[in-house]
């Protein structure tokens, strides 16, 4: 209250500012001028509006990429797996693409692009904003039609799009392809933005790219495209799966022209070129499937799957890698050939199976005989079906839509006592094989249901040079070379042999070649075994028991030595981690793979050093990087950039040393006289130094063959999937050892002969390889035999007096031949 005698108008003005703002608070916000209230509940929405534009703007940009990740951004390329000499061996890929960096890009492809899809690319910050406002009335006036919505994309939410947001339609991907488009214009500068478009987007026939689609469509690189070519390309982001087909080669041409027609106002090419460019029509290589080369695909599925194993499967089919591989196609080819003809030599005696299987004829009979993809494994071979038949002939259908014919003597393989072109009838798939000097005729061919594997590797580095898991990998991708565990029976008789050299035996040491038998104890009973011949031949040389390949004499020296150091020695080798010391196993009764078994006779050629198997050699990235090498080998000079002076450089042997050199080399030594006598002798006219092994397991059920020259080793088996007998007659050196030789006659008809060279330590005497005794005389028998210092036959020689041992001295001048 006032002062008596003090009226309101003349209180103290802070008095009265503080009534008002005491009833102020009492009357609330109600109390507040008009405007005042406009004011604050214009800020509430624009705050509330803020909050509801940051949570829309959070949602929209969640989960997408961040300016680092966008800067750092690679479009996926294929991995490109290339043979020992260079050339392609296949290609792994999801997007067929070839990357091409913007300097490299034709001024000419860049200005067509830019003219067709974003005449403003150079000066827009990701956004056209005057594009979106028509682009938005458009939808507008269109809501309520089933007409599609339409897009103010510049090339950049194009990049967007394709790098991370499909093409869904929507306003959801259209917001977060506008935040996409801003980072990317604020993570890279404008070439490179236009670089992985044009390296990015889809353009039809399975390409990626301008790259990929300029060979697609033209069959030609970048920098031969013409005008018309380049506005051609430009014009397939619009319709890339419909203007290539011929029925819409109008709306191409249209199309095309348009973008000629923005070339032309955008000042990139002149009028008169605009209007010759116009006056062409549109030609495009005619889209066809490559041939696929179908060389080395057992080898070719194992680096797959190596590559997996350590890169993921991301990587290995978007990471642009270069594998480089050890697979020599000469030699891939030979043991491929070698091995699918064995297969075939084998299956003659066979009755036909019948049709390979039965399709619907009618139209569309091609695509259904296309899509069995029969598993032809020649080139030459082809899938058909029986269209017709006109007496005894079969009128045949290709899946090309061609027609050939088949008489009835080229269709005489036996079907329950009747030829098979009476077995055959309409629908029937069956894989022919082209007459010689016959047009359109055709003769009968059988899959065949043996099967086998085959390893080829360079005895001093373990390359795997060649590889082969069966007929043909679109039978069965089960890799027989690497997966397949089989007895290799007489075949894992060396490794026997060595464990006797290691344990005081020599070559020359005399076992008694008969019936063999040992309690093996509790209910396994007496166990007996025999000779492949049944037959016993009395005392003999470990020579001799390994070049006639003598189970009786194998039995008696691993029961000799003890089968726990013949374990040891095959895990030495590496044919298995454990093995069971049993003496079946030195028959062969244990299971390994060709791989192994390879590596192993690999390891006695080259002195004892271990090996591992090598498909890989190296593995770069995308930039030329080399993230992998299978050599580990320290040698800073071999990779200087400039010659000095320097010696050449000398790199140390770090691999591990698994058996004694000097019994690897004796093992070798007698492997050759089962070539020279023994039971590969089919293979003395390749003429060359080479040692081997055969092997037959019981009941005939696999048969192998083992060899090796200084750098190569080489083995194959054959039998059953499921294994069953191959029949009596089957045994490795009628089966096995003649596919061996047809590969090396191809494989090494060129190659240089060089002779397996002995260790030191070794004494060379001569000696009857029959009885193992000493020799001064020349004759068939006579052999000069690799001995460990003191274990050589004793030397007498007969005096006037009592009989006395010579020492190594007076032997070498008396004999002439210990070194």
């Known amino acids: ?151 103010a994309s510049t090339i950049t939410q194009q990049l967007a799009q394709a790098m991370n947001l499909g093409r869904e339609v929507s306003y959801t991907r259209k917001l977060r392809e506008a935040i996409l488009a801003k980072r990317l214009e604020e993570a890279m500068p404008k070439e490179r933005i ?71 106002d955008n000042g990139y090419i002149t009028p008169a070129q605009h209007d010759a460019a116009v006056a ?26 190596t590559l997996i194993d350590v890169y993921g499967e991301d990587k290995v089919y978007g990471g642009g890698l270069w594998v480089y591989t050890s697979i020599d196609p000469e030699m891939q080819q030979a043991a491929e050939t070698a091995m699918r003809d064995g297969f075939l030599r084998y299956e003659r005696a066979r009755d036909w199976r019948g049709p390979y299987d039965t399709i619907e004829l009618g ?32 009128i045949l259908g290709f899946g090309d839509g061609t027609r050939g014919r088949m008489p009835p003597d080229q269709a005489t393989r036996r079907m329950k006592g009747q030829p098979a072109s009476q077995h055959l009838k309409p629908g029937d798939v069956i894989p022919v094989a082209p007459v010689a000097k016959t047009k359109d005729t055709y003769a009968l061919r059988q899959i065949p249901q043996i099967s086998g594997g085959f390893v080829a590797m360079d005895t001093l580095s373990g390359r795997v040079m060649a590889l082969v898991g069966g007929f043909d990998a679109r039978r069965s991708q089960f890799n027989r070379a690497t997966q397949a565990l089989r007895q290799p029976g007489s075949a894992f008789k060396p490794i026997v042999y060595a464990a006797a050299l290691d344990n005081g035996f020599t070559p020359a040491s005399v076992v008694l070649d008969e019936d063999f038998c040992v309690d093996q104890g509790g209910r396994l009973g007496v166990k007996c075994f025999r000779n492949f011949s049944g037959r016993g031949t009395g005392p ?40 069971s010391p049993v ?87 007698m492997l050759e006289g089962v070539i020279e006598r023994g039971t590969a002798r089919r293979l003395r006219d390749l003429d060359r130094p080479m040692a081997g092994k055969t092997g037959t397991t019981n009941n005939s059920q696999d048969v192998w063959y083992v060899g090796m020259t200084p750098d190569l080793a080489a083995g194959l088996y054959l039998g059953y999937d ?57 004759g068939p028998d006579v052999i000069w035999e690799a001995f ?10 007969s005096l006037a007096g009592p009989q006395t041992v010579q020492s190594d001295t007076e032997f070498v001048e008396t004999m002439g031949g210990i070194y």
Not at 211 to 226: I, R, V
Not at 286 to 294: F, I, K, N, Q
Not at 788 to 797: D, Q, S, T
């Open 1 to 151: 209250m006032a002062e008596p005698g003090q009226n309101e108008h003349d209180q103290d003005p802070s008095d009265r500012q503080q009534r008002e703002e005491a009833q102020g608070r009492r009357k609330g916000f109600g109390s507040l001028s008009r405007g005042r209230k406009w004011l604050l509940g214009g800020a509430g929405l624009m705050v509330a509006g803020l909050l509801a534009g940051g949570l829309l703007y959070a949602s929209m940009a969640r989960d997408l990429p961040s300016v680092e990740e966008l800067a750092a951004y690679e479009p996926d390329l294929p991995t490109t797996v290339l043979a020992g000499d260079g050339s392609i061996l296949a290609v792994f890929q999801r997007e067929r693409r070839v990357y091409t960096s913007y300097e490299e890009i034709p001024e000419l492809v860049r200005h067509a692009f830019i003219s067709a899809e974003d005449k403003t690319f150079y000066s827009h910050s990701g956004l056209d904003y005057a594009g979106i406002a028509r682009a938005v009335v458009t939808n507008v006036r269109n809501m309520g039609s089933d007409k599609r919505l339409v897009g």
């Open 194 to 264: 236009l670089e992985l478009y044009l390296n990015q987007i889809f353009l039809g026939r399975n390409s990626y790219g301008v790259g990929a689609a300029s060979l697609a469509y033209f069959n030609k690189p970048l920098d031969e495209l013409t005008v018309e070519e380049a506005a051609f390309l430009a014009s397939l982001p619009k319709g890339p799966s419909l203007y290539g087909q011929p029925k819409y080669r109008d709306m191409a041409t249209e199309r095309r022209n348009y973008v000629l027609g923005q070339m032309r």
């Open 280 to 305: 062409h029509e549109i030609t495009l290589t005619p889209v066809r499937s490559r041939a696929r080369s179908r060389l080395g695909e057992y080898f070719v599925e194992e680096v797959r799957r």
């Open 363 to 394: 139209e569309g009979w091609e695509k259904r005989l296309n899509a069995l993809d029969v598993p032809l494994g020649y080139e030459e071979w082809r899938a058909a079906v029986v269209l017709e038949k006109q007496g005894g002939t079969s």
């Open 540 to 579: 003999q040389t470990l020579r001799t028991g390994l070049e006639q390949s003598r189970n009786l004499m194998t039995v008696r020296l691993a029961n000799s030595v003890g089968m726990p150091k013949v374990a040891e020695m095959a895990e030495r080798l590496g044919l298995t981690e454990k093995m």
């Open 583 to 669: 003496l079946a196993m030195s028959l062969g009764a244990g299971e390994t793979t060709v791989m192994k078994l390879v590596a192993a006779y690999g390891m006695l050629a080259n002195g004892g050093k271990q090996m591992n198997p090598i498909l890989i050699d190296r593995v770069q990235d995308r930039h030329g990087k080399t993230i992998y090498k299978s050599d580990k080998r320290n040698c800073p000079s071999c990779e200087a950039t400039e010659w000095q002076g320097e010696g050449m450089p000398r790199v140390a042997d770090t691999r591990k040393q698994v058996i004694d050199p000097r019994t690897a080399y004796q093992v070798v030594h």
């Open 722 to 778: 499921t294994p069953r007998s191959m029949g009596s007659w089957a045994q490795g050196g009628t089966v096995a050892a003649p596919i061996w030789k047809q590969f090396a006659e191809a494989a090494l008809k060129d190659a240089p002969k060089p002779q397996f060279v002995a260790p030191q330590g070794l004494r060379f005497v001569k000696v009857n390889r029959k009885t193992g005794k000493l020799a001064n005389y020349d």
């Open 788 to 797: 460990k210092p003191g274990l050589e036959p004793r030397r007498f020689v």
